[in-house]
């Protein structure tokens, strides 16, 4: 039996004979030649069908494959100094799993919406592919930064009765007798977690009913959110750019082909190491006054003015004690500026926005509860999240990595759909 191989690791077969199983790419040749770029999912790899090697009714079957055709070759492995990968392969045997129909997309350009109708093909676009890739990696990075930290992994809930980040952006849900809503993070769970494991975290999907349509806005996206006890707003800036340095350092170790296969300007990349630059709002406003932006004072930043602050960075900047007013109810305020909150966020470079909102929590029984009232939140579904204020109450802070938003700017994509497999928003709810 010929073994079974992955494009991936074809190099470690020079000279054998392997199976490829994977889906027709390309094909051109005429005459007694064929060549056909397979692409199984690790990689592309060109095999060489020539008349005289294989069975004339097989040579035959091989001229009517379509792009995307399923198949099963059969061949030799060899060097190829022109090839991408540097390996081609001889075929001897091709088996024809399936003869795909006429396959909607095709190199040719096509629109932005055809190519998300279609999402659960365009995935296989070599473009699409590497994004996917690289999410892949900086979900791997981020887990192994807290795993190796000493970091425990505590799933959140789903279904809350909890408003998190604000009541106009909830997603609510029939519960049996009650309503639930979709979870827009997990952070108020993690801080109780933080008190029984230290330092914790929680990776998943969360929920906002954005009605925006903007390139930064999805309805569902994933979040990465730390959270430690005995912990202050410092501290919790120098795990946020710590993390953040770790995934691009190991996207750039583990995910080179992919970056140049997206033309990633990666020394923009290389230049992501600590120190980040760290500035407060008023200092941000700054930059906007002399910029002549469109921004009132006091309110939170908009996409164009987060554009505007990352131009003065080539790193990821991050802006603390924004006024407690634009800010969730559990900020803990700044004990000499009450009015504004120790909170923390990091604005990607080159205009890719925020990518993390964090910052210390409110610790204080009494303020707390003030806030919550103040927020109009209904107090009794809050009695658990003031309860870890009651019960050995320690300063303690954390953070959301937004992946999508993080992937963008990775891959230097300029919109968020493409960083997630099937993205959801106000207008997209297929496939
Ligand atoms: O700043 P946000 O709202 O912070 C929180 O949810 C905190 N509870 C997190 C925490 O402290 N544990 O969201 C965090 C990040 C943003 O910086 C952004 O990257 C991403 O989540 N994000 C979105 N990404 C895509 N689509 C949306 N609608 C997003 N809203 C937030
Ligand atoms: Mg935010």
Known sequence: MTQRAYIAEISNYHGKDVKIHGWVYNKTGKGKLLFIMIRDGTGIIQAVIFKNNLKPEIFEACQNLTQESAIIVTGTVSEDQRAKGGYEL????????????????SPKEHGTDFLMDNRHLWLRSSKQHAVLKIRHEIIRAARNYFDNLGFTLIDAPIFTPNACEGTTSLFETDYFDTKAYLTQSGQLYMEAAAMAFGKVYCFGPTFRAEKSKTRRHLTEFWMIEPEVAFCDLNQDMDLAEGMVEYIVTKVLENRQDDLEILERDVSKLENIKRPFPRITYDEAVEFLKAADADFVQGDDFGATDETIISEHFDKPVMITHYPAAVKAFYMKKDPQRPERALCVDMIAPEGYGEIIGGGQREDDYDTLLHDIKKHDLPEHAF??????????????????????????????RPHIRETIPFPRTMYRLNP
């Open 90 to 105: 001889q075929a001897n045997d091709v088996e024809i799993v399936h003869i795909a129909e006429e396959y909607p997309i």
């Open 383 to 412: 009695q658990w999240y003031l309860d870890i204020r009651k019960y050995g109450s320690v300063p303690h802070a954390g953070f959301g990595l937004g992946i999508e938003r993080t992937v963008a700017w990775i891959c230097g």
